[in-house]
């Protein structure tokens, strides 16, 4: 019988788990592999609202796993950048920015942690983790869309509007930019912790 403080770990280390699958789909080539990288990611997102959901329903909230949980999903979304880079569906300089505000935050957080202290979190940051998981759901569905026959109309419609038009070159640049000013929010409001003396 699984303890049910292990439960919201387990979804969190099997999003984990997730993330290489759901990247080895959309690298590789095969008939609705990028269907089955969309799937993967549909159900990597479920399970981040399931343990959150369940720890605080059952109230057990540990401090590995108030760790992990963000660890986990930066690190399924920065994979997911990642790979639209490989695929030449983003410039690396956009994804660059995005890489670099995350991973700094999280190291400040784990810092904080180690510290015993907690992360003050804007509004404005739950704002841009819609945005970066509504731009990596419209590129998955927009691969996924070319190895379904049947819908090859809407995939021409959506390539001619986001490659030939560059409108997901102009998305991206929104999420760079509100990734950014989020990341510039969040120095300045854990101030209090480059501002404590030694």
């Not at 904080?112 to 509004?123: A, P």
């Not at 986001?162 to 990341?183: A, E, F, K, N, P």
């Amino acid at each position: 019988m699984i303890r049910k403080e292990f439960i919201p770990n387990i979804l969190t280390l099997f999003r984990v788990l997730i993330t290489p699958v759901c990247l080895y789909f959309i690298l590789s080539t095969g008939p609705y592999y990028s269907l089955y990288a969309l799937i993967l990611f549909i159900i990597a997102s479920l399970t981040d609202l399931i343990d959150g959901w369940y720890a605080r329903k059952y109230d057990v909230m540990t401090e590995f796993g108030k760790f992990l949980d963000p660890l986990a999903d930066k690190i399924l979304v920065m994979a997911m950048f990642i790979v639209f880079g490989l695929k030449d569906l983003a410039p690396w300089w956009m994804i660059g920015i995005i890489l670099f505000r995350d991973i700094f935050i999280t190291l400040l957080r784990s810092v904080m942690i180690h510290k015993g202290e907690s992360m003050n979190t804007s509004k404005f940051a739950k704002k841009k983790t819609g945005i970066q998981m509504f731009m990596i759901y419209l590129i998955l569905f927009f691969l996924a869309l070319q190895n379904i026959a049947v819908l090859n109309p809407m995939y021409n419609f959506l390539w001619k509007l986001l490659i030939y038009h560059d409108l997901l070159w102009v998305l991206m640049l929104v999420t760079t930019m509100i990734t950014l000013y989020s990341g510039i929010l969040y120095i300045f409001e854990n101030k209090h912790v480059f501002a404590k003396k030694t």
